[in-house]
């Protein structure tokens, strides 16, 4: 499966963004979508999934009742709604997809990613 994710930008503190992640080449229904950032020297870090067979969510803690990760199959694509956006969230967004009904945190749980979106949360 190929991703495409999109919705990048700059946004001031306490704004909102919708990020998106595109499929195309595979059956999206019955994969597991991830959301990871990464900032420059530092790992990829987990902040929200959603299984493919029950839609069990999870988020990083950092995020929790800020971001919301939300799938829509029929077009194959899923979004992380991002709320009361603060500096430390400014960092390169990757979607991930998994055929594994997971919500792992760790990036090798996850087999496709896309090319990731800059997210700059600055005033």
């Known amino acids: 499966v190929q991703l495409q994710a999109s919705g990048g930008g700059l946004v001031q503190p306490g704004g909102s963004l919708r990020l998106s992640c595109a499929a195309s080449?595979?059956?999206?229904?019955?994969?597991?979508v991830g959301w990871f950032r990464q900032t420059p020297g530092k790992e990829r870090s987990f902040v929200a999934a959603?299984?493919?067979?029950?839609?069990?969510?999870d988020y990083a803690d950092s995020v929790k009742g800020r971001f919301t990760i939300s799938r829509d199959d029929a077009k194959d694509t899923a979004y992380l709604q991002m709320n009361n956006l603060k500096p430390e969230d400014t960092a390169v967004y990757y979607c991930?997809?998994?055929?594994?009904?997971?919500?792992?945190?760790?990036?090798?749980?996850?087999?496709?990613w896309g090319q990731g979106t800059l997210v700059t949360v600055s005033s």
């Open positions: 080449g595979g059956t999206f229904s019955r994969k597991s």
């Open positions: 991930a997809t998994s055929i594994i009904s997971t919500t792992s945190p760790r990036t090798t749980a996850w087999s496709s």
């Open positions: 959603v299984r493919w067979r029950n839609s069990i969510a």
